[in-house]
T-cell receptor, first 111, second 116 residues
């Protein structure tokens, strides 16, 4: 079963706006990762944040992790139409090396 | 960066036939490969984990006799869907992890299977 829950399920914004997606999980984790998937394609790794980190940046991406609340957020700043995709969080649980994916957020950036 | 390929990218077959999907790590050796299934507008569901030279570990609810996994080398894993049925139609994605204690998985582009 999926341990990750993401919200919103779908998000539609205008180009230039910021997009925030949230992910919650249930068990202890080693790290949490965010992936992007264009329609009908494979996944692209965006960023990894370890359980002892609280915030991480990569270009226009900012990820936060709150292990006390078992939640993470992905912020995409100054969004572009090309950012339109599905975004998934995935947790690497301390009990194993497998990734468990959230339900995903479908982001649409309108030009 | 690490590149993972899948072949074929899409396949249409008749019900009852078997379909083999290949997953290759092109520029690195993958100690572990993972197979996922993704239904439309849903998340990825892990089917099995395979380590080179050993039997795959299947997730609960995944029939090992129906989804045969062979990980014969450090760069190749295959998934065979035996006696495919329409309900097996899905997007199958593999990923490969580099080294022991790996954190990042590199994903293939996926294979779209349609069983008629």
């Amino acid at each position: 079963s999926q341990q990750g829950e993401e919200d919103p399920q779908a998000l539609s914004i205008q180009e230039g706006e910021n997009a925030t997606m949230n992910c919650s999980y249930k068990t202890s984790i080693n790290n949490l990762q965010w992936y992007r998937q264009n329609s009908g394609r494979g996944l692209v790794h965006l960023i990894l944040i370890r359980s002892n980190e609280r915030e991480k940046h990569s270009g226009r991406l900012r990820v936060t992790l709150d292990t006390s609340k078992k939640s993470s957020s992905l912020l995409i700043t100054a969004s572009r139409a090309a950012d339109t995709a599905s975004y998934f969080c995935a947790t690497d649980e301390t009990s194993g090396s497998r990734l468990t994916f959230g339900e995903g957020t479908q982001l649409t950036v309108n030009p | 960066g690490a590149v993972v390929s899948q072949h074929p990218s899409r396949v249409i077959c008749k019900s009852g036939t078997s379909v083999k999907i290949e997953c290759r790590s092109l520029d690195f050796q993958a100690t572990t490969m993972f197979w996922y299934r993704q239904f439309p507008k849903q998340s990825l569901m892990l089917m099995a984990t395979s380590n080179e030279g050993s039997k795959a570990t299947y997730e609960q609810g995944v029939e090992k006799d129906k989804f045969l996994i062979n990980h014969a080398s450090l760069t190749l894993s295959t998934l065979t869907v035996t006696s495919a049925h329409p309900e097996d139609s899905s997007f199958y994605i593999c990923s490969a992890a580099v080294g022991v204690g790996q954190e990042t998985q590199y994903f293939g582009p996926g294979t779209r299977l349609l069983v008629l």
